[in-house]
């Protein structure tokens, strides 16, 4: 079941993909970055299918994967090396001229929103986008290079080659587009998995320990502490709970003991019993 739901996800997250490419990023002729953004470059000098460029492109790089990050890695990759082009040309054959909008902020918004969620929908099923994704992780791998650097490196070169032939107005719609899908991806990837992690030192911290316990349904784990001015023995009560429930436990716990010291911090996943595993009650 687990297989089949990945196999949905990638699916779903190519034809994403491929539909806001259509809809929204060839009609205001903006400008992207990875595989598409060279397949535009490419398109614009010779007049090649943007969607064949891409097949090629991709099963390329899989093959380079392939020999030099191993099967496993090529495996990931395999179903978005044919479902993103496949997905683009059907759209092509589809849709045909149809335009929905050529206002070029809107399709500057609904491009990164549309890539954003795409590639979150796609990196969350386990699966590698392919692409322009592989050679930096081959540059990593051989000549140690960071893959952040180099993944930047491309993109840069990539948007610089379509400012060849785009309008200035355009090449800065197209940073706004690449800061929008940054932005959204990383909200995808954190989505669901955001919780918020409570200390609290307080004199009464067995009461508050006893509520968060059995009011709140949630673990406690105490650490022992030492004050720093007068060195008296002072624990701190360590919890977890989802972001909907710190209003209601800094309630319980000022109710408690008005004067406790509380730090709250987010954190981006917990795993474990409660979370990622059902709760085991003794």
Do not use: W
């Amino acid at each position: 079941m687990n297989t089949v739901l990945s196999l949905i996800s990638v699916i779903v997250g190519n034809f994403l993909y491929a539909l806001t490419v259509k809809l929204f990023l060839l009609p205001a002729g903006l400008v992207t970055g990875g595989t598409t953004g060279i397949a535009l470059t490419v398109n614009y000098l010779t007049d090649f299918s943007i969607s064949s460029f891409v097949l090629i492109f991709n099963i390329t790089m899989l093959a380079l994967g392939f020999f030099c990050l191993g099967k496993a890695f090529a495996a990931t990759t395999l179903a978005s090396t044919f479902l993103y082009p496949l997905s683009l040309e059907l759209l092509d054959q589809v849709l045909g001229d149809y335009i929905l909008t050529q206002d070029i902020l809107l399709c500057t918004i609904f491009s990164g929103l549309g890539i954003g969620m795409a590639l979150g929908i796609v990196i969350r099923s386990g699966a590698s986008t392919g692409g322009m994704d592989i050679p930096p992780l081959v540059l990593q791998k051989t000549v140690r290079l960071p893959v952040s650097i180099t993944m930047y490196a491309f993109d840069v070169c990539i948007l610089l080659s379509q400012a060849l032939f785009r309008p200035a107005e355009n090449i800065l719609y197209g940073v706004v587009l690449v800061l929008i899908y940054t932005l959204v991806l990383d909200k995808m990837l954190l989505m669901g998995a955001t919780r918020t992690e409570i200390k609290v030192i307080s004199d009464k911290s067995d009461e508050i320990r006893d509520a968060i316990l059995t009011q709140i349904d949630r673990g406690v784990t105490i650490l022992n502490g030492e004050s720093g001015y007068l060195h008296n023995p002072s624990p701190v009560i360590l919890s977890v709970i989802s972001n909907r429930e710190l209003p209601k436990v800094e309630k319980l716990i000022h109710n408690i003991d008005p004067e406790s010291f509380i730090v709250v911090s987010r954190v981006s996943e917990v795993r474990g019993r409660g979370f990622s595993q059902k709760k085991l009650y003794q």
